[in-house]
């Protein structure tokens, strides 16, 4: 390697407190614009504001060539170091992207080492703050800028306003929302009088009926809130209309769970006495809210959970497809990142579906706790194709926080660990580390003619 090659290699902090540093070339790096020039990670977007180079004028390294690349050299995830003769090797990145994928995308909370608490906390003020007037005002909401405020993680006060306008479940256009809202919950009113209290319903519906009873008792099991009559009976509602008007796919194990953190934040929203907080440890909600509120709630989660299921239906058709080539892009990618664990599931002949089926089918909703669930859905409607493709990598991200620990485990340890993760005591930094890995990793090895079919 040349001493000017050797001269622009830079240490990068990829997250917030994080011991793990990725030594990296910067002028390839800077070829996809994610690294300034004290090599720090940022946006495309904020690359371009600092006047980084970062489309297809800006010359390649020494020995890449885009036509025919090479093999990739593999480090683990632990040690991942890569230099700008490794770099040239890897599978290129897409340095130039259209100007819609340019827009849409949205920078992580990816802060330096030394970044203090009081630094964090002012800079979550701000952010609650700039989010908070721009909800308030009655104009046309500017979408981009929303989606770059929200990947950090909302508040309460601002989650639920912000989920409707990412999913575009409400319009961007202030003046268009209460007409919006008054149609689509009559609709929802609408549904619910056709399919659920039908007094004619066929042997099959009673079978998805039968089904999703069953299921809802196991939502949330941590959580009162979820075990209280008329917040079971708002799932079952929900997910019942929502089966039949989807005859193609119908209901599906798993979605119980993807409901979930839609009821949570909308009932939140509902919610008087929210900033006394205690929610999900209610036991009733009789005094808490209204029929109408709780009505409310429930549609807003009809139509949000519809938005969802819509970005990843080949999860739920016949012999669910979209879960099968994730779990396949899921073990190759490992493969890249950190081979040595990827060999040491295939020694002790643990298969990727075998852990990492449910991971996917019910989006890390019982691996994390429930509110950083919520936290994580912050940063999925912010991100491109955010539930079908990047929650590949943040899997992949964490399967790597345990990989050490992995490697010295054998077929029945596995099995039991990767059912039941240690992260019950996780923190809300430990997600954003989680998702800053992700991010990175998205950016800088996202291969489009290998995860085009997963989007």
Known sequence: MSSESESRRRMVSVVPGHVRRIEVDVNWIELAGIVDGRGKIVSRESADDAGIASDSTKPAPEGHDDATPREPVHKPVTSLAVTGEEVADQTPVQAKETDEQESQRA??????????????????????????????????????????????????????????????????????????????????????????????????????????????????????????KQVQEIL??????????????????????????????????QYEARAEGGLLSRRSVEDAFSEEQLFYAEADSYWCLTALLETIQDYFTFSQPGIQKRVAYLEDFVQRVDPALREHLQKENLQFLQFSFRWLNCLLMRELPFELMVRVWDTY????????????????????????????????????????????????????????????WRTIFDDKRLSKDLK
């Open 107 to 228: 920078p992580g909370r990816h802060l330096d080492a030394d970044d203090s608490g009081e630094d964090q906390a002012e800079e979550a003020s701000e952010l609650k703050s700039t989010l908070a007037g721009l909800l308030g005002e009655e104009t046309t909401i500017e979408l981009d800028q929303l989606k770059r405020l929200a990947w950090k993680g909302l508040e309460d006060e601002t989650r639920p306003m912000t989920w409707k306008l990412l999913l575009n479940y409400l319009p961007v256009n202030a003046s268009r929302r209460q007409e919006t809202l008054y149609m689509k919950r009559t609709s929802y009113r609408h549904a619910v009088d056709q399919y659920w209290k039908a007094s004619d319903w066929s042997p099959d519906e009673e079978a998805v009926f039968r089904q999703i009873s069953v299921d809802i008792p196991r939502t949330c099991p941590d959580h009162k809130l979820f075990h209280v």
């Open 236 to 269: 079952q509602r929900i997910l019942f209309v929502w089966a039949l008007k989807h005859p193609a796919s119908g209901y599906v194990q798993g979605m119980n769970d993807l409901v979930s953190p839609f009821v949570y934040v909308f009932l939140l929203e």
């Open 381 to 440: 409607m912010s991100e491109p194709d955010g539930f079908a493709v990047f929650h590949v990598y943040v899997c992949a991200a964490l399967l790597a926080r345990f990989s050490n620990e992995l490697r010295e485990m054998d077929f029945q340890e596995l099995v039991m660990f990767l059912q039941n993760l240690p992260t019950k005591d996780w923190t809300r930094n430990d997600v954003e580390m989680l998702l800053s890995q992700a991010f990175m």
